[in-house]
């Protein structure tokens, strides 16, 4: 689902359209982080990021680009669950079967 967030600050009303999956996929890989390393800042450390790169990805509702393996390598979570708009999801290829 396609959602638009619209944020009041100082700039005036800030809006942009986000894709609920990928909030979600940011969300679940701040939480495993956070549980594998206790801290986002240990994280964050571990990834060679700031806390507030962090942050951003939830405000942002995405993972970022840059990113995507290494948390994937971190946490688990596939890269195409992490960033479906980037990484095509990796399909299973059947064994081949020789005919007799």
């Known amino acids: 689902m396609t959602v638009k967030v619209c944020i009041a600050g100082g700039d005036g009303l800030s809006c942009r359209v986000m894709d609920e999956d990928l909030k979600q996929a940011a969300i679940?890989?701040?939480?495993?982080?956070h549980d594998r390393f206790g801290t986002y800042e240990s994280a964050a450390t571990e990834l060679g990021i700031t806390r507030q790169a962090l942050r951003d990805w939830r405000t942002k509702g995405r993972v970022s680009i840059t990113r995507v393996r290494d948390v994937s390598r971190l946490t688990g979570i596939p890269p195409s669950t992490l960033r479906p708009d980037v990484f095509a999801p990796v399909e299973h290829?059947?064994?081949?079967?020789?005919?007799a």
Do not use: K, N
């Open 28 to 33: 679940s890989a701040l939480q495993a982080l």
């Open 93 to 99: 290829q059947p064994d081949s079967v020789s005919a």
